[in-house]
């Protein structure tokens, strides 16, 4: 059928007020692409650099780690691109689990009134914040010096 | 009267013909997930030191290479699912569509054997110096 781009559109995004329902929803895809394709990367290299042997994981700890002081410019700055990564990783990992646990409650039909919906969206938001923030200050306290 | 069960009913509608089949996988896969990325970080926790030596003799131990292998075929299987949603959501154009559909299913797949082989190897060979 031929698409025609001049039809009338119905009302989109743009129009509607933002509410934690719907912020949730566009996270949770948002957070599941990020884990599908930097977060399994990385881990699939962890493991890889495991089984290559001490020097293919001392070159994966030098550009994700840390190269220390004696680490090339593009080892520092691949170092603090990781050091990114891993906290976009780990908040969308706290953010797709719990508005992925919501969503294996709506699953069985509860949470649909109105004002619980609205509260369990920001519940899912708060918590992936305060687990991130405590993973976050957790890893540089105790690995990173930091602190 | 249809005396079939209930998901014998629903199997194959749909305008794909799979019924409840991708939705239901895709629960399935996200409960497996929580199990055995919950393992995963536990078991992070437990490992004495983060150098290499320590890290091999962990992932060749056989109780963490079998659920690590499981962790890697989980959680792409979710993610073949997850992504496919996405293609199908935003991806309007046609040819567009089948091109990244092919290139999702050949990502998962690859990454899959990759990461399963890697482990697998470590398990059975041991870790090289």
Known sequence: MAKNPNRPLSPHLQVYRWSPQMAISIFHRATGFILATAGMMTLLWWLSAIGGGTESYATFESYVVSAGPEGSGLQIASNWFFRLVALAVTFSFFQHLASGLRHLVLDIGAGYELKTNRTWASVAFVAAFFATAFVALFVASRFLGVL | ?129
């Open chain 2, 1 to 129: 009267m249809d005396s079939r069960t209930n998901i014998g009913r629903v199997r194959g509608l749909g305008s794909a013909k799979h019924g409840g089949e991708h939705w239901l996988k895709q629960r399935l896969t996200a409960i497996g997930n929580v199990l055995l990325v919950t393992w995963f970080v536990l078991s992070l926790f437990m490992i004495p030191s983060f150098d290499h030596g320590a890290l091999a003799r962990w992932l060749a131990q056989p109780l963490v290479a079998v659920p690590m292998i499981l962790m890697i075929a989980n959680i792409f299987s979710h993610v073949k699912l997850g992504l496919q949603v996405l293609i199908e959501d935003y991806v309007h154009d046609d040819g567009l569509k089948f091109a990244a559909m092919t290139l999702l299913n050949f990502y998962v797949i690859a990454s899959a054997v990759f990461g399963i082989f890697v482990v697998a190897k470590l398990a059975f060979t041991g870790a090289p110096a």
